[in-house]
């Protein structure tokens, strides 16, 4: 979708240290991207610096944007672009900040603002995990296609957005979230803070016994890979109990929506220690009072970046059926089964993809 379209939107990576501005035509960087510091703490300052980083990407292009669309983290009235809240980057917006139509004032055009998760997700759903996956079954001949998508970004936090048949879905209150589900291991504390990096450090400081260490999750990465000095047994747990309590969290998710899910965001570079408890967690039983056993999942969970499991998530079941008094037959797959993939085109790069199709597509609608 929209990658022959000639029409630009600026866009705009908002981190609680730095504003990266960038444009977009027909799924394409059109610009170098342009980088000022967000000054979040000074609401003045930070919205004299969007400013002056969407004006400066205007005046490189050789043509007027017809939107302006990015995301913005933490809490907010993303239809009316008010954000507000609790924002740990962003305190000075707290209050709440009417950032769209401020910014609609200052350039005459239309402004989108949504939560980076949702973008996430649509991006990939467009242009990234949702079509690739369904070209790969294709190319196996299998009759399998997907319409559905959960999106994960792992980072800071634990972002997260969903799209059903192409549609990105943000709820009745700008509020689709999952980092505030139930902690599989401490039912009293929020999920986010066993799925994040804050939680990782944590994790290896109580497995190593070394409280004061002053590791970020790439040298505890490094770590388990054996490459740094450090307690490799502590890194590998570190890991392995964020695979857990994500795939638990996953789990509610998924029996809800029914789709094949894409993480992405930094910590995913150390997917190798993380999926497998996260897999065991989602292809995991629960009991029944009467002491009966079924799937956490009414699904198989499959590894799509795993060669032999991907070719076993494209066969599937499918077998001839007989229909009942006459001399035709049907193809019936009693397999249900879902896959989860790490993103290719990386988060930041599929939230502006969303960004982009977003505007583009409320602008045709609009028409």
């Keep these: 979708m929209y990658r022959t379209d000639k029409r630009t939107v600026v866009t705009l990576d908002a981190g609680g240290t730095n504003f ?180 990782i450090k944590r994790e290896y400081a109580r497995h190593s016994g070394d409280t004061n260490h002053s590791f970020e999750p790439k040298d505890i990465f490094d770590i388990a890979e054996g490459t740094r000095e450090g307690n490799r047994e502590a890194a590998i747990q570190a890991f392995a109990e964020y695979g857990e309590i994500a795939g638990d969290a996953m789990a509610t998710a998924a029996t809800m929506i029914d789709g094949l899910i894409v993480i992405g965001g930094g910590i995913t570079a150390a997917h190798k220690y993380i999926m497998p408890s996260l897999l065991r967690e989602m292809r995991g039983e629960l009991q029944r009072m009467n002491g009966e056993t079924l799937s956490r999942l009414q699904f198989k969970v499959y590894d799509l970046d795993n060669f032999n499991e991907f070719v076993e998530f494209a066969k599937g079941g499918s077998r001839e059926l007989q229909v009942h008094g006459t001399d035709k037959s049907v193809i019936y797959d009693p397999v249900k089964r879902i896959g989860i993939t790490i993103s290719k085109l990386g988060a930041s790069r599929a939230i502006s993809l969303g960004a982009y199709a977003f505007a583009l597509q409320q602008i045709d609608t609009q028409k």
């Design 20 to 199: 990266v501005f960038g444009a977009i035509r027909g799924n394409q960087d059109v610009i170098k991207p342009i980088s000022f510091p967000s000054h979040s703490q000074d609401l003045d300052l930070c919205l004299q610096t969007l400013e002056k980083g969407f004006r400066e990407v205007i005046n490189t292009l050789d043509e007027k944007p017809v939107a302006i669309s990015f995301a913005f983290p933490g809490p907010a009235d993303y239809p009316n672009g008010i954000i507000g809240g609790y924002l740990p980057n962003f305190p000075s917006f707290r209050d709440g900040v009417a950032l769209g139509p401020f910014l609609e004032d200052k350039f005459g055009i239309p402004v989108y603002i949504n939560n980076d998760g949702d973008l996430f997700a649509y991006g990939e759903a467009l242009a990234g995990a949702l079509p690739e996956v369904n070209e790969k079954l294709e190319r196996l001949n299998s009759a399998k296609r997907y319409k559905n998508l959960l999106g994960y970004t792992w980072g800071t936090g634990f972002g997260f957005g969903f799209t059903v048949d192409g549609k990105m879905h943000i709820g009745d209150n700008s509020c689709v979230e999952t980092f505030c589900l139930r902690n599989k291991k401490y039912p009293n504390v929020i999920c986010e803070d066993g799925v994040a990096i804050h939680a």
